[in-house]
């Protein structure tokens, strides 16, 4: 057997050497060192500008290794979009929540997106809010519990989840956008392979480009890690079906330039 | 450089180019306009960055990122706008970040009128936004001190990394003027901007934020900018005054296009024989509290009267200031009414009339 002192793994440069303060079973840091390796595999960590939220990845700045700015609530299209016009030679991506880019800064990521800012968002979708402790989001599923729809959501006074990549394709100027899931090895190669387009058509010059991952959120859904891959298999995917809805690749997908 | 006739908001537009701001986000609103409008055809020739957003808040957050450069970067709005602009503020305020922010200030509250007003005082100079903070608060009275206070805000921001407000009213913006601009606009050398986020490269990451979970660390940080706010009272505190003399009974305190109007108010009186001054504030954070205290406190003043275009809202400060040592009375027009020469000459004989000592012929 070859004991070659070759290392086969190993932690990105683009991620520090710190303990995460993620729960047990959220894909939270699957994504975070995803983003990490495709800054990596770009060679951009050191022109990159990453945009924290406000939700559980508020401090992502401690866990990236590259310059960061922290947003208010919903607002990291627009802090991205002023940076970004500033030094369109650097890589610039938003990491948000579901509640920060679904509910209240909605207007700020279909802005962004419309105006074909150049850079990357990531967009992390558990159907719940999950760092005040587990309130309905935009995207909470019909009859799924919260805090504050402890009878499930009622559609009929709360209408049906939002589906950003769906209402963000109706948009002709974004460049790329994909809904993605981690939470099996497979997909989390399918994943990867998207978070690096994404970053590839930004370094391209290319327009907006936006990455929805579907994620798990144990705490707050009150199930086992376990028990949480399944009901996003079952119920997640079901209603956030994965797949690509715009890719400049792909012509067909495209209703207008890019 | 000879003297041009220009509108009022376009020669803040200008007078930002010339102090090197040739980053601008903004959003229409009246009575301001005028601003993005000249800048939208100015940007190009300078290969500034031009960028209407989607709404005053989103331009506000467009600032903070733009800022995280360490490039020159400013809006313009009015007051409804920077309402929505004050989340903004008080994140850039908190991770000390420099911007020059301009409020052509109309009525309010509400939606308020789109006639000129000064009724955004308070929020300008308490801290508009959230938590414990200040921005360096400047207010020209002419379109030439507007072209000058604008290119020295953009120093005083990189100064204090901090938000620098610039307040006129209506009026300011709307104006024609003759201004002159500096062939070259020189300033004070200033620290190289070490916090700005410019990629981690052969450097630790750079992390711009106003989030502290450690409530000894976010104590820190409120103490820095109350030390910073504490080196701008001491060096920054602006004024002017206007036929200040042992002569005068009464001592008129008001800013911006009210200030003027006070003048000529104070030129007419001195053909009656009134001697009034006038104390003018330029910056109103810091306030020139000193200086009124001791002005209000010479020997032959009998009244201080403060005149706005709001209601009695820089009469707080002025009114602070004096310290009891006289009676401060308050006159102003709001809702974008602008008092003229002949009411402010009618409220001074009225409190003249009020000291005069009552004659008592009648119980004889």
């Known amino acids: ?258 | 450089m000879a003297k041009i006739l220009m509108k009022g908001n376009e020669a803040i537009a200008e007078a930002a180019l010339k102090a090197g701001a040739t980053n601008y986000f903004c959003y229409p609103i009246t009575p301001q306009t005028e601003v993005a409008e000249y800048l939208s055809r100015r940007m190009p020739e300078v290969g500034g960055v031009f960028l209407q957003g989607e709404s005053e808040l989103a331009v506000a957050n467009m600032l903070f990122g733009a800022s995280s450069t360490g490039k020159r970067v400013f809006t313009t709005s009015s007051s409804p706008g920077i309402s929505l602009m004050q989340e903004a503020i008080s994140y850039m305020a908190g991770a000390q970040l420099p911007v020059v922010i301009v409020n052509i200030m109309r009525g309010g509250p509400g939606l308020g009128g789109i006639l000129p007003a000064q009724s955004d005082y308070f929020q300008a100079t308490k801290a508009g936004g959230h938590g414990d903070y200040r921005v360096l608060v400047l207010a020209p009275s002419t379109i030439q001190e507007a072209v000058d206070l604008m290119m020295l805000a953009f120093h005083l921001a990189d100064k204090y990394r901090n938000p620098v407000m610039m307040i006129g009213d209506g009026m300011i913006g709307q104006m024609m003027e003759p201004v002159e601009f500096p062939e070259k606009y020189k300033e004070p050398p200033l620290p190289p901007k070490t916090w700005a986020a410019t990629g981690a490269k052969g450097r630790k990451p750079i992390i711009i934020k106003s989030l502290y979970l450690d409530p000894n660390l976010l104590e820190d940080n409120a103490w820095t900018l109350h030390d910073k706010y504490e080196q701008m009272k001491k060096e920054e505190v602006r004024f002017e005054r206007y036929k200040v003399s042992a002569k005068n009974r009464i001592l008129l305190v008001a800013y911006g296009t009210m200030a003027r109007i006070c003048q000529t108010a104070i030129d007419e009186l001195e053909k009656k024989r009134i001697s009034v001054g006038l104390f003018r504030p330029i910056s109103l954070f810091p306030f020139p509290e000193k200086q009124i205290y001791q002005e209000a406190g010479k020997k032959n003043i009998g009244d201080v009267l403060v005149i706005e275009m709001s209601m009695a809202q820089m009469y707080e400060d002025v009114d602070r200031a004096v310290r009891g040592q006289k009676q401060v009375s308050f006159f102003g027009r709001t809702g974008g009414i602008v008092p003229s020469p002949e009411d402010v000459v009618e409220q001074i004989e009225k409190l003249i009339d009020k000291r005069k000592p009552k004659a008592k012929k009648k119980k004889a």
């Not at chain 1, 729960?23 to 983003?35: A, D, M, S």
């Open chain 1, 1 to 258: 057997m070859d004991r070659s002192d070759k290392t086969i793994f190993a932690r990105p440069e683009a991620l520090t050497d710190t303990i995460t303060h993620y729960c047990p079973g959220c894909t939270h840091g699957i994504i975070h060192r995803l983003v990490a390796e495709a800054l990596d595999s770009l060679g951009v960590r050191e022109k990159a500008l990453g945009v924290a939220p406000v939700g559980c990845s508020v401090l992502a700045y401690n866990y990236f290794n590259c310059d960061f700015l922290e947003a208010p609530h919903g607002r990291a299209p627009a802090l991205a979009t002023g940076f970004k016009r500033l030094r369109p030679d650097m890589i610039v991506f938003t990491y948000q929540g579901d509640g920060d880019l679904a509910s209240i800064g909605m207007s700020e990521i279909i802005h962004s997106a419309n105006r074909g800012e150049k850079f990357t968002t990531i967009f992390v979708n558990n159907a719940v809010y999950g760092m005040t402790g587990g309130q309905m989001a935009p995207t909470t599923l019909a009859g799924q519990i919260t805090t504050t729809c402890p009878m499930g959501r009622n559609v009929e006074q709360t209408g049906q989840p939002i589906r950003m990549v769906e209402l963000l394709s109706s948009l002709v100027t974004p460049a790329y956008l994909e809904r993605v899931a981690v939470h099996t090895p497979r997909h989390i190669l399918q994943a990867k392979r998207a978070i690096t387009k994404a970053f590839k058509y930004q370094s391209e010059g290319r327009c907006f480009t936006l990455i929805e991952v579907l994620s798990t959120c144990p705490t707050n859904w009150g199930k086992t890690p376990e028990e949480s891959v399944k009901w996003l298999e079952e119920s997640l995917m079901s209603y956030y079906p994965l797949g690509c809805k715009k890719d400049p690749e792909k012509p067909e997908l495209n209703d207008g330039t890019v």
